[in-house]
């Protein structure tokens, strides 16, 4: 079975940091582009950033370009986003998500985990 | 990267069909054939339903179908069922090299 499994959300205080994990099992990780998306509580979903297959390339929402970082331990079938200098506007669920297909980027996500939050306030 | 524009709400009975829109720029829906559909019931995780604009993932029912046409992206389901009640969010590629989402619409079904 096909899984995501996020890890790491919880309360953290403005400017600060927070680093959240998935983990992935069912499929050939490394073979597969994978993306982070996000909801803030009662709104919509937000794009927030995908790293290829190899790790060699990524891509960040402009809204957390410098800010956060996206990277992945193929060895370990796990996907990490480091969130720093916080915001209570990143307040949000965090979706771990996988291409829709192996090889490059399908630009449809095809695979959800179920999501961690991550309350930014003080 | 500003969001995709959904309307907020589309209701219908069971049984009919409804339609629902998503209008972008030439930079995103108008310039790929990229857009996918999700739909997301509460406190769920969203699903895919629709990409490459008309094609429909295995599993998803026939009465899921998507179209665009310029710059709007389109998705009508047909025979609207009880289950079919949900938030519906499209997403299309973009120029930027990252996807984008709509606003969302949240589907009532009579």
């Known amino acids: 079975e096909v899984q995501l499994v996020e890890s790491g959300g919880g309360l953290v205080q403005p400017g600060g940091s927070l680093r959240l994990s998935c983990a992935a099992s069912?499929?050939?990780?490394?073979?597969?582009?994978m993306h982070w998306v996000r909801q803030a509580p009662g709104k919509g979903l937000e794009y927030v950033t995908v790293?290829?297959?190899?790790?060699?390339?990524?891509y960040y929402a402009n809204s957390v370009k410098g800010r956060f970082t996206i990277s992945r331990d193929n060895s370990k079938n796990t996907l990490y986003l480091q969130m720093g200098s916080l915001r209570a506007e990143d307040t949000a669920v965090y979706y771990c998500?996988?291409?829709?297909?192996?090889?490059?980027?399908?630009?449809?996500?095809?695979?959800w985990g179920q999501g961690t939050l991550v309350t930014v306030s003080s | 990267q500003s969001a995709l524009t959904q309307p907020a709400s589309v209701s219908g009975s069971p049984g009919q069909s409804i339609t629902i829109s998503c209008t972008g720029t030439?930079?995103?829906?108008?310039?790929?054939?990229?857009v996918s559909w999700y739909q997301q019931h509460p406190g769920k995780a969203p699903k895919l339903m629709i990409y490459?604009?008309?094609i429909r993932p295995s599993g998803v029912p026939d009465r899921f179908s998507g179209s665009k046409s310029g710059n709007t992206a389109s998705l009508t389901i047909s025979g609207l069922q009880a289950e079919d009640e949900a938030d519906y969010y499209c997403?299309?590629?973009?120029?930027?090299?990252?996807?984008?989402f709509g606003t969302g619409t949240k589907v009532t079904v009579l």
């Open positions: 998500a996988r291409d829709r297909c192996s090889g490059g980027s399908c630009y449809a996500i095809g695979v």
């Open positions: 490459d604009v008309s």
């Open positions: 069912g499929f050939t990780f490394s073979s597969y582009a």
């Open positions: 030439s930079s995103d829906v108008g310039g790929y054939n990229y």
């Open positions: 790293i290829s297959s190899d790790g060699g390339s990524t």
């Open positions: 997403s299309s590629y973009t120029r930027s090299s990252t996807p984008v």
